[in-house]
């Protein structure tokens, strides 16, 4: 007789009357038994079921207890029939058969069974262990951050951790059981230490550290001339709530402790100025500013007489330039800081503007406004060229003029003997290198006045000498 198992997958040996089967899943096998000579065929049926068991724990919690923590473990295991075991010795029945959660240490695991099979589960330990308690002192916690570093050590008890974590409360972490740092700004930071030890536990702690802002000096300087009075403004920032303390060196040898300072230098020169601030809560953080002025003769103070038209608007402007302006009164200006306000009004002022050179120096310059009828060009009828400083220039005087497009002066033989585009420096009465003879002379002038219009006029002038 010839045997036949049909299917053959699974199968140890399907030509044999004896084989074994590990089917993946239940099977329905067909065994065939074939007569050698008369090739009759008998068949039966067998059915093997495979039944699959799950011998993984699913655990839940923790299985490491921490200190005098609870247990929080739990496991789950998927069966029917489950039978709990704790260091080899059953365990009652839990109310959720399929659920375990221990109450002290040991080695757990559940024995499964479904029909005739039965299986084992893996083993989970479940440990109380030591738990570290976090600790750490802070060397100098209240302090100013500039130049200084936080140091800070950590001195847990319990059992030695092996692992720290810093988490210092400016976005950064730093990982060592001694560190040392510095924090870039002021403000109260809670900086907080986490130790693990090597079964995880873990224990945290945080301190204050209050970290204080120093003093930001600062100071105006005013007047920076030599023979007058040199004025130094504190403009310390002082951090809200603290006690600042100063101290002044002025380059001159002078010295001072007040909150304000003023000196008068002899001589022009470089002095180096240097303000010192001390607070309460930064005392050995003393902050510098030092800067460099440059002290010079003050500029002689200038008068200038401007010439404009009624309801025509006049730039102004002064003699002596600087990098600040002041012009008193404001009235009728369209500013009183600008280098060249624009006047509109109808009648003779005059301004008094503070100029502010680029080292500090003022002068007070004058400017006087005189305001004539109507937009025009006036000349002198006579002048006296003799070098006395009175009358020395014939030039021409314009009000509500824009431009001047020329001013020339004909000598009586028709010869021209001067000309200009502007009304300056005007005419000294020589022609040719050589003094012009006394006498009448004749001139001619044209311009636009600032509202476009056109504005030429002639006339006669007497040179004497």
Known sequence: VRFKWSPSVGLSNPDSSKTRAKPVGDTRYILSAIDKNSGCTVRDTFLVRAIF???????????????????????????????????????????????????SDGRYYAILKDGICEKRTNTVFVRRRPKPAAQFTVLRGDQCFLNHEVSMAANASGIYPVKWQWILGDGRTLADSAVKFAYTSAGLFRPLLTVTSVDGCKDTISKPVQIFSPPDPRFDIDNACVATTTVFTNRTIVPVGDQVR???????????????????????????????????????????????????????????????AFGYPAVLATVNKGVAYRWTP????????????????NSDRQYLVRVTSPNGCFVVDTVQLITFNKADIYVPSAFTPNKDG???????????????????????????????????????GNFQQMPSPAGTYVWEVKATDTRGFPVQKKGTVVLIR
């Open 53 to 103: 068991m799950d011998t993984l724990l699913r655990v839940s919690g923790d299985t490491i207890v921490c200190g005098n923590n609870p247990y929080t473990a739990s496991f789950k295991a998927i069966c029917a029939d489950i039978t709990w075991f704790r260091n080899g010795q059953i365990l009652p029945t839990p109310a959720t058969r399929d659920i375990y959660a221990p109450d």
């Open 246 to 308: 100063f101290r002044w060196s002025l380059g001159n040898g002078v010295f001072s402790t007040q909150t304000n300072i003023a000196t008068v230098y002899d001589k022009p020169g470089v002095y180096t100025i240097v303000l010192a601030a001390a607070s309460d809560k930064c005392a050995e953080d003393t902050v510098y500013n030092t800067r460099r002025v440059n002290v010079q003769y003050a500029a002689p103070a200038k008068k200038q007489t401007i010439n404009t």
């Open 330 to 345: 404001l009235l009728d200006l369209s500013s009183d800081t600008s280098a060249s306000p624009v006047y509109t009004g």
């Open 390 to 428: 009175k009358n020395d220039r014939l030039k021409p005087i314009t009000a509500g003029i824009r431009n001047l497009q020329y001013f020339r002066i004909w000598n009586r033989w028709g010869q021209l003997v001067y000309q200009s585009v502007t009304d300056l420096p005007g005419w000294d």
